[in-house]
Nanobody
Framework: QVQLVESGGGLVQAGGSLRLSCAASGRTSSVYAMGWFRHTPGKEREFVAA????????NYADSVKGRFTISKDNAKNTVYLQMNSLKAEDTAVYYCAADRLGRQGQTYSDYDYWGQGTQVTVSS
């Protein structure tokens, strides 16, 4: 089992940047594919980005391609989400998740463990 703790959220102006971190404890992060999702009230949890166990393969939602970058430091058991050129519509609670089967999927049900979330608010 793994425990996930997100950090790095906050308030930023449109066009600005934030870097979210997700620290994993329990089993090492190299065992899992990792993903980031986000949720706003009234909407379903939305896929943002995913990264393979090795950290080599990544995939992104179309809405964040070219602006967000997911990366992984297995030595530190940490996954990052660098968010640039932020827009008001990026405002959400961001969650990291771990997939023990290594699928790096884009679906909520692909993931087994979830963090508690961190709020990102982008002011226009």
């Amino acid at each position: 089992q793994v425990q996930l703790v997100e950090s790095g959220g906050g308030l930023v102006q449109a066009g600005g940047s934030l870097r979210l971190s997700c620290a994993a404890s329990g089993r090492t992060s190299s065992v899992y594919a990792m993903g980031w999702f986000r949720h706003t009230p009234g909407k379903e949890r939305e896929f943002v980005a995913a990264i393979s166990r090795s950290g080599i393969i990544t995939n992104y939602a179309d809405s964040v391609k070219g602006r967000f970058t997911i990366s992984k430091d297995n030595a530190k058991n940490t996954v990052y989400l660098q968010m640039n050129s932020l827009k008001a519509e990026d405002t959400a609670v961001y969650y990291c998740a771990a997939d023990r089967l290594g699928r790096q999927g884009q679906t909520y049900s692909d993931y087994d463990y979830w963090g508690q979330g961190t709020q990102v608010t982008v002011s226009s």
